[in-house]
């Protein structure tokens, strides 16, 4: 049973334009949720966070939108750089340091 | 650097042998996390370390899984009689606070191929 889902495996955006990963969960106990970025042979690098309290997070280029009601977040990348291609992990938590990772997403930026 | 790191960065284990996978965590954090990562899927939980407690071992898939951080710092994952669906990639993070809402830095991972 998959609590955090990202049905989209990959996705390719032109240079400049805007990214838009989605991510979809079932356990409405999940307060905390995060975007974790990792490149070929690497670890999961921390992106952005968002508390369930909020519906919006931005730092620089990137954003996260949350929707409870439809149980569903989102990140946006504006504009999107070749250097962002990666696989974006959707990653939630219900209150403990347990978090619950989705498949991934692998975004393409095509130059 | 400051990482996390995480030795040896790929292994292969012939069906049955026992492997001890090494995690150097950020100096100074007080939180370990062990996850497995099989293909084309997220990393899932298998155990935490508060120092040098394991205070949750609930995602450890078998008794044949291990894992110890006796003096706080390093921690160690051993598998014992290792089995194909061992394959994966086993990921270390630390955090630096006890408490939830903290930020786990990962290191680059454990990549495990059992033949």
């Known amino acids: 049973d998959q609590q955090v889902k990202q049905n989209s495996p990959s996705l390719s955006v032109q240079e400049g334009r805007i990214s838009i990963l989605n991510c979809d969960y079932t356990?409405?106990?999940?307060?905390?949720f995060l975007w974790y970025k990792k490149y070929p042979a690497e670890g999961p690098t921390f992106l952005i966070s968002i508390s369930s309290i909020k519906d919006k997070n931005e730092d620089g280029r990137f954003t996260v939108f949350l929707n409870k009601s439809a149980k569903h977040l989102s990140l946006h990348i504006v504009p999107s750089q070749p250097g962002d291609s990666a696989v974006y992990f959707c990653?939630?938590?219900?209150?403990?340091?347990?978090?619950?990772f989705g498949t991934g997403t692998r975004l393409k930026v095509l130059a | 650097g400051a990482g996390v790191s995480q030795s040896p960065r790929y292994k292969v284990a012939k069906r049955g042998q026992d492997v001890a996978l090494r995690c150097d965590p950020i100096?100074?954090?007080?939180?370990l996390f062990w996850y497995q990562q099989a293909l084309g899927q997220g990393p899932e939980f298998l155990t935490y370390?508060?120092?040098?407690?394991?205070?949750?071992k609930s995602g450890l898939p078998s008794d044949r899984f291990f894992a110890e951080r006796p003096e706080g710092s390093v921690s160690t994952l051993k598998i014992q009689r290792t089995q194909q669906e061992d394959s994966a990639v086993y990921l270390c993070?630390?955090?630096?606070?006890?408490?939830?809402?903290?930020?786990?830095?990962f290191g680059p991972g454990t990549r495990l191929t059992v033949l």
């Open positions: 990653a939630a938590s219900a209150g403990t340091y347990k978090y619950i």
């Open positions: 993070a630390s955090s630096l606070g006890r408490v939830t809402y903290n930020e786990q830095f």
């Open positions: 370390f508060q120092n040098e407690a394991q205070l949750d």
């Open positions: 356990n409405s106990m999940f307060d905390y």
């Open positions: 100096s100074g954090h007080v939180s």
